[in-house]
């Protein structure tokens, strides 16, 4: 059995490739038996989970894996889930938010914790000639909102992932707008990391780089093929509309690519460049030239895809 734990509370349209790999036998042709797991944190994160070998592969945040590096146990990032950041600010058409910096004198709920992205927030508002200060910035603890608020008049928007949170409400999904802090370049990073421990990676080079060939395979049939997609995502979300299925799928797919249309490729540099701004904003447990040290020694590598 090959264990992977995803990166949220629950399954969603993100993992459509991981789900299209199994249903279509890609996994299976490669001797792999692969389950999926999600959950909360009360045994920690995701991270934490794969440095103690409860998982064999893990979707894993930027901080999370220089936070687990040294001996056999270090984790490796082998591809990148998406090629870009899922945050954002969510809104409706008609609010009168079209940009960052139209949220001075408006209600924006915040999730309480999400202090990187309060830090994105004050940044993208700064870059739009805006003022933090003068946003209603309302913590909703450790709830993520999602359009429900709007729709119900708790906020005029709210920040969360811009692929997911925007479509859960109950009126036409074309009334959702959404404004990224990549839409201003504002620290620019992969949303999450495909890992595993090295001594998992030394022992099972090859399983690896089968998995990540299949996984590829997965998103590109996702992207392509939107029934099929569709078909192996229904299950896992037996909750959620086909509508709404197919409207996330619309705006995740093309995050899964690069230029050349290649899933999971990682840009040392880009990594690199991240890690510096969130070393400056105090956000790693972790030095930055510890980190650096560790990118070198390979805590970051596409040797195992199979561009």
């Not at 899964?256 to 991240?274: C, E, K, M, S, T």
């Amino acid at each position: 059995m090959l264990n992977i734990r995803f990166e949220y509370i629950h399954s969603w349209t993100n993992h459509a490739g991981f789900y299209l790999a199994r249903a279509n036998g890609d996994y299976a042709r490669h001797h792999m038996d692969v389950e999926f797991h999600n959950g909360d944190s009360f045994r920690g994160s995701p991270a934490a989970l794969l440095s103690r070998g409860e998982c064999d592969v893990a979707l894993v945040r930027h901080k999370d894996l220089f936070s687990h590096q040294g001996g056999e146990t270090g984790l490796v990032a082998v591809a990148a889930l998406n090629q870009c950041q899922v945050g954002g600010v969510v809104t409706k058409s008609g609010s009168g938010i079209t940009r960052f910096r139209d949220l001075e004198g408006r209600t924006l709920g915040f999730p309480a914790a999400a202090y990187r992205l309060f830090a994105e927030l004050k940044e993208a508002m700064g870059a739009d000639g805006g003022d933090i200060e003068k946003v209603n910035v309302v913590s909703t603890g450790g709830w993520e909102p999602d359009f429900r608020s709007i729709e119900n008049g708790m906020f005029d928007a709210f920040v969360n992932v811009v692929w997911w949170e925007p479509f859960q409400g109950s009126g036409p999904l074309d009334q959702v707008v959404t404004i990224p802090f990549d839409s201003l370049n504002i620290a620019p990073h992969y949303s999450y990391y495909v890992c595993v421990r090295r001594e998992f990676l030394d022992r099972n080079t090859q399983l690896v780089r089968d998995f990540l060939a299949d996984t590829a395979a997965g998103y590109r049939m996702a992207a392509d093929d939107r029934a099929a997609a569709m078909a192996a995502l229904q299950d896992p979300l037996a909750n959620v509309s086909p509508a709404v299925l197919n409207k996330t799928l619309d705006v995740v797919s093309p995050t899964w690519f690069d230029a050349a249309g290649h899933w999971g490729p990682l840009d040392v540099d880009f990594v690199r460049r991240y890690n510096h701004w969130m070393t400056e904003q105090g956000f790693m447990t972790v030095p930055e030239e510890e980190s650096l040290v560790a990118i070198e020694a390979g805590a970051v590598t596409n040797a195992y895809l199979p561009w």
